[in-house]
Structures are given as structure tokens and as C-alpha cells.
């Protein structure tokens, strides 16, 4: 009998995170829910979880920043990714009917990316939540009959939910980034991406330096983001994600890399896994 992986997410079951850990790993796992992303750290750092699912990015409401605090701060190596086509829909109790609705709740990014369809019904009362899920499990714990919830069909199907409108997300094309995390010793094979994380100097032309040598060795840099250094003015950390389809060049880039950066590291080395 094999021990289930134990993945922590920001959120409750049938969460995004918990729908992209099941794409990451297949649904026999014991998901650990957390009220924040600092939280699902802390569950990795005490042995509590096995392995953290993390949204890094979403298409339309671009990076989690805290996020990228957390990944320096807890240095926890990063050995997958994956992506998540976020579909949102509009569920309540069955027999409730639309216009039996006075109260819409989600959270608020799902909240802004459903605006189209939601303005359509300015008599509409709309709740904040910090989960969407979270939202599903409230309206069938207290039978609120005048309620909808915005969220994925894994928590229609696992609160007992009717869909009454589906696909209601303005723009059809998003999609978030996770990045899954463990503390375990974990070999991966076959790495093509890397997440990559420096400062530069002062000098003019560091940063360009830096970029050049990724393209003279081919390659791709798929991501860029700065964040403050904190308490140094005009300083900053660049995460950085790179494929290749070279390992040598990967590894010749790295080398000649370190010569022109601070406090140089390695988040992680994993598989490039864009599919939706």
C-alpha cells in the first residue's frame, strides 16, 4: 500500500490549487488546506506536507508578488509546474432559479474577471470571499437559497451544486501558473526550465550582460520579474525563468552567469510543462 503524497494549498478542496495539484500529481493525494500561501510553507517546513502547490502567475492578473517573497524566503527548491485553464462558473442549491438570486460571492480576482456577465445584473449583491470554493461549501453548509457562488465544476460536484450559468469569465483565454515545491531529496529527469533568481551590480549594461548570454547560448528566457531589494534603495532581485533544448548550453550559461551577478541561486530545475 503506498503512503498518498501530501500536497498543502492555499484554500479548501475542489480550490483551483487543489485542481491544479490533482493535474500535477492525479487525484490520489491527501490535499492540506491552508488559509494563506505562507501557511502551505509552513506545513512543508514543520513535515506536515510532502509538497506545496503554489500559484506563481495568471494571465490576466499577471504575478502573485508576495509569492516571489515566499520562494526567497523559504528557499525550498521548485520541481514542477503546471497550468490551469481557469473556467468559472455560477452554481447554487438545486431547484434555486436565477432569478431567485440576490447574492453573488467569490473571490475577488474571479470576481473581477466575471465583470461583463456580472454588470449585465447590477441589482446583484456581490460578496468578497477568500476562496471560491470556500464560497460553494458555505451556500450548501447553510442552504442559502439566495445565493450563488462563482467557482470551477470540482466544487459544484463535491458541495452538490447546479450549474446555472457556465463559462461566465470575461476573457476565455486565462490561465495561472503553479509551481509545485518539496523540502524532499527529488531527482527529475530530463529538466529543460529553470527558475533562476540574482541581483547586478550597479555597473551599466549588468542586467544586459546577463540577457546576452542567455541568447548567444539559445536560450529562452520565458520570464522576467524584479522585485525590491527590501530596505536597499534602487536595488533589486530578478527571477528569471529559462528553457533550452541544449543542456551543455544551459550549463555553459549558468557558469559564465555567476561572473556577472550577486547573490546568484538556483530555485529550481524541472520539467517545462505549459499544457492546459
Keep these: ?35 494563506s500561501f505562507k501557511q502551505t510553507f509552513q506545513k512543508l517546513a514543520a513535515g506536515e506536507a510532502d509538497y ?21 524566503e523559504y528557499n525550498f527548491p521548485v520541481v514542477g509546474e503546471v497550468y490551469l485553464h481557469i473556467q468559472l462558473h455560477l452554481m ?6 436565477f432569478e431567485d438570486i440576490k447574492t453573488v460571492t467569490s473571490h475577488p480576482i474571479a470576481i473581477r474577471q466575471c465583470s461583463d456577465f456580472l454588470d449585465e445584473f447590477p441589482d446583484l449583491n456581490i460578496v468578497e470571499s477568500s476562496d471560491t470554493a470556500a464560497c460553494a461549501k458555505k451556500i450548501k453548509e447553510q442552504g442559502l437559497t439566495d445565493t450563488v457562488a462563482i467557482a470551477n465544476t470540482l466544487a459544484a460536484k463535491l ?23 518539496t523540502d524532499k531529496p ?33 536560450i ?11 530596505g536597499r534603495r534602487n536595488e533589486y532581485n530578478f527571477y528569471v525563468d529559462v528553457e533550452w533544448n541544449n ?17 546568484f541561486s538556483i530555485m529550481g530545475e524541472y520539467v517545462k510543462n505549459d499544457k492546459v
Design 1 to 35: 500500500m503506498s503512503i498518498k503524497k501530501r500536497v498543502a494549498i492555499q484554500g479548501i478542496k475542489a480550490s483551483f490549487h487543489e485542481e491544479a495539484a490533482f493535474k500535477f500529481f492525479g487525484e490520489d493525494i491527501e490535499t492540506i488546506e491552508c488559509n
Design 52 to 72: 506545496v502547490a503554489m500559484a506563481i502567475e495568471n494571465s490576466i492578473a499577471g504575478s502573485l508578488l508576495p509569492n516571489y517573497t515566499l520562494l526567497r
Design 92 to 97: 447554487a442549491l438545486p431547484g434555486v432559479k
Design 159 to 181: 458541495y452538490g451544486l447546479n450549474i446555472l450559468e457556465r463559462r461566465i469569465e470575461s476573457n476565455k483565454k486565462n490561465y495561472t501558473r503553479f509551481l509545485i515545491l
Design 186 to 218: 527529488t531527482e527529475v529527469e530530463n529538466v529543460n526550465k529553470a527558475s533562476l533568481c540574482f541581483q547586478v551590480t550597479n555597473d551599466a549594461g549588468s542586467l544586459a550582460k546577463v540577457l546576452n548570454i542567455l541568447a548567444e547560448l539559445d
Design 220 to 230: 529562452n528566457m520565458s520570464k522576467v520579474q524584479s522585485m525590491p531589494v527590501l
Design 247 to 263: 543542456t551543455k548550453n544551459y550549463e555553459d550559461a549558468i557558469r559564465r552567469i555567476v561572473k556577472h551577478t550577486i547573490n
